[in-house]
Nanobody, 122 residues
Framework: VQLQASGGGLVQAGGPLRLSCAAS????????MGWFRQAPGKEREFVAG????????YYADSVKGRFTISRDNAENTVYLEMNSLKPEDTAVYSC????????????????WGQGTQVTVSS
């Protein structure tokens, strides 16, 4: 499966932003999907994911209540709705897919899209 992330940009603190991850090649319903982010000088970290065609979603504690992962089956696209953004959310965000069960570890994911930069100004 090929993944392409988009939607990043510059936003003021407290504002919203929506990221998209378009999948091609195979339907993402065959995979667990995840969003990860990496800030300069920091390790890549899990943000949000879903499995079982969206029946099971899970989030990092740092984004719970602010971010929502969703999908559009018809468009084969996964979204990350980000609200109440903070400067510490600034990072390159990437989407990824994996076969098998859920995981918050990036090294378990088999397919990656290119990252999209999110910058939150204070």
């Amino acid at each position: 499966v090929q993944l392409q992330a988009s939607g990043g940009g510059l936003v003021q603190a407290g504002g919203p932003l929506r990221l998209s991850c378009a999948a091609s090649g195979r339907s993402f319903t065959n995979y667990c999907m995840g969003w990860f982010r990496q800030a300069p000088g920091k390790e890549r970290e899990f943000v949000a994911g879903f499995c079982r065609n969206g029946e099971y979603t899970y989030y990092a504690d740092s984004v719970k209540g602010r971010f929502t992962i969703s999908r559009d089956n018809a468009e084969n696209t996964v979204y990350l709705e980000m609200n109440s953004l903070k400067p510490e959310d600034t990072a390159v965000y990437s989407c990824a897919a994996k076969a098998g069960g859920s995981s918050v570890s990036y090294f378990h994911y088999d397919y990656w899209g290119q990252g999209t930069q999110v910058t939150v100004s204070s």
